[in-house]
């Protein structure tokens, strides 16, 4: 017998919303395509054409990003939005409780750009680890 859990921890629409932004990659890297999301932002999505291939593809990567990463506290689509719209100034980082190193994004403009972009790279993993810690 097979036990199914809901563990919803990406949402469709916030994929659709970051689409917007997909030919620089920000879909692909919410979903945990960081290779993919990187081609996307050196080529445009390809040269537009994946881009737009992806507007069909974007529920199978999120039923896949649902089972494999964690459900908890942390939300993965708040912290999705502040790392895209405020991520050198560490407010994501704030968020989930990464005091420290969220002031030093704060004061270094992401620790010059190079911590944003590991986190685009990472993120997902650091929320689905938050998420595991038992209090």
């Known amino acids: 017998m097979e036990i199914q859990r809901n563990n919803n921890t990406h949402s469709v629409v916030m994929g659709y919303l970051l689409w917007i932004f997909g030919f620089l990659g920000a879909h692909r890297f919410y979903y945990g395509k960081p290779v993919t999301g990187t081609i996307w932002f050196f080529t445009l999505g390809l040269l537009f054409i994946g881009w737009i291939i992806d507007l069909v593809l974007i529920p199978g990567m999120d039923r896949e990003a649902d089972l494999r990463y964690q459900q908890g506290p942390v939300s993965y689509n708040i912290s ?5 719209f405020l991520g050198v100034f560490g407010i994501h ?3 989930m409780g990464k005091w420290i190193t969220g002031i030093i994004y704060l004061f270094t403009g992401g620790l010059f750009f190079i911590g944003v972009l590991y986190d685009f790279w990472t993120l997902n993993e650091q929320i689905t680890l938050k998420n595991s810690e038992r209090l």
């Open 80 to 84: 999705w939005i502040l790392l895209t």
């Open 93 to 95: 980082r704030m968020y």
